[in-house]
């Protein structure tokens, strides 16, 4: 039961470098999302993705980029690192609709020196 | 931009004690969710509450949805150790409105509960 899978589990960069973190989720869901998570700050929304070739831009989206590849993945690209982002960053997939729980990864511990 | 104000933001108590944790809004939301996350793992979803006044028990734990759909609680009884871990509330949507499953996450409890 492997539900929404990330990697890598944990990563060091230096300022100025560029990562993708990977999400997978075999739950047939249509909805994807990227938060990180901060201390004292719960999880913030970075972007999300409704179905399939849509992507939208959550609360806190500048120095993100996402890429939906599939139904499955959604990736999530960090294309000139800044200490600013270090954080935890999870994934979630939900079906649409009122109520519907997100499922999360166990999340990426990103640090950025 | 919809915010949830969820406190308090610690909680450390001994076995067998009681606790409340609120999650308040002036936004309205078309349901309420609340997760618990141990460390290290992601959010696990616990309950959903949709209907305002609604109240849902699952064991130990009881939660309301305010009657205006606007905050909610979390109460355990009898806490135990192992119910110690984050617990965050997150709505969902603007009732009425277009909802793509959009969460707004409170701030977060971290819960400590002592032998």
């Known amino acids: 039961n492997a539900g929404v899978t990330q990697t890598p589990k944990f990563q060091v960069l230096k300022t100025g470098q560029s990562m993708t973190l990977q999400c997978a989720q075999d739950?047939?869901?249509?909805?994807m999302y990227w938060y990180r998570q901060d201390p004292g700050m719960g999880l913030r929304l970075i972007y999300y993705?409704?179905?399939?070739?849509?992507?939208d831009k959550g609360e806190v989206p500048n120095g993100y980029n996402v890429s939906r590849l599939n139904k499955r993945e959604f990736s999530l690209r960090l294309e000139s690192a800044a200490p600013s982002q270090t954080s935890v960053y999870f994934c979630a997939s939900s079906e649409l609709g009122r109520g519907n729980a997100q499922h999360f990864g166990d999340g990426t511990r990103l640090s950025i020196l | 931009t919809q915010l949830l104000e969820q406190s308090p933001q610690f909680l450390s108590i001994q076995e067998g004690e009681n606790l409340t944790v609120y999650c308040n809004s002036s936004?309205?939301?078309?349901?309420l969710q609340w997760y618990r996350q141990e460390p290290g793992e992601g959010p696990v979803l616990l309950v959903t509450v949709v209907t305002g006044g609604e109240v849902k028990k699952l064991k130990r734990l009881t939660f309301q949805f305010g009657d205006a759909r606007k905050d909610s609680s979390l109460h355990i009884t009898a806490a135990q150790p192992g119910d110690t871990g984050l617990y965050l509330c997150a709505g969902a949507g603007n009732a009425g409105g277009t909802s793509y499953g959009k969460l707004t996450f409170g701030q977060g409890t971290i819960l400590t509960v002592h032998p």
């Open positions: 936004s309205v939301f078309s349901s």
């Open positions: 993705s409704a179905s399939e070739g849509t992507t």
């Open positions: 739950m047939n869901h249509n909805s």
